[in-house]
């Protein structure tokens, strides 16, 4: 029999995460790309980066000209997190970068290495906090109910509900390209 009273115990140090609460414009560059390659580029490094544990995602929404994201980081400052995001992207971009739109010539059918370092060189986001409280609380799977009609709380219940990549459909008992980990209803 072994005697292990006498082992010293080592803790281990539980990560603390921050809540945040983006939204992540598009820039220039996504003209130059079809928008299902784009949404589908964006959730990919998403998966990268839960994968990797390096963000938690609660809610998502990827339009055409932003991405909403509501998730739990160890980094305080979003800043470091949406750099790294960004070179991802870029990455992923450089290396499949045959499905660059030629909506300057028509008939030019080899694409220029340099034109995709051009496309993409400048900024892809800028980040802005999320303001608006509906949103969060229909990408985190919480009801919305008022007692009159907002035209605005439609909008968003309509494009949530249209839209392929939302954490929507994670809360609604599918799976979405991204992965969700699911808020506990309060």
């Known amino acids: 029999m072994k005697k292990i009273e006498d082992k010293p115990v080592q803790l281990i140090a539980r990560k603390h995460f921050y809540n945040h609460k983006a939204e992540l414009r598009l820039g220039n560059w996504k003209t130059h790309f079809d928008l299902d390659y784009i949404n589908t580029i ?88 999320i303001k608006n409280d509906y949103l969060i609380q229909l990408l985190t799977g919480k009801k919305v109910e008022l007692p009159y009609r907002d035209r605005e709380l439609e909008y968003l219940k309509s494009l949530i509900k249209n839209n392929p990549f939302c954490s929507a459909i994670d809360y609604s008992g599918a799976l979405s390209p991204v992965d969700v980990t699911l808020l506990l209803p309060e």
């Open 42 to 129: 964006i959730a990919i490094t998403l998966n990268h980066f839960i994968k990797d544990k390096e963000l938690i995602v609660n809610g998502y929404l990827i339009t055409a000209k932003s991405v909403y994201l509501i998730f739990k980081s160890d980094k305080k400052v979003i800043d470091e997190l949406l750099n790294k995001i960004e070179s991802y992207v870029i990455f992923l971009l450089k290396r499949h970068h045959q499905e660059v739109k030629t909506t300057i010539y028509k008939n030019n059918f080899i694409i220029n290495e340099e034109n995709i370092f051009y496309i993409i060189r400048e900024p892809l986001f800028t980040y802005n906090p």
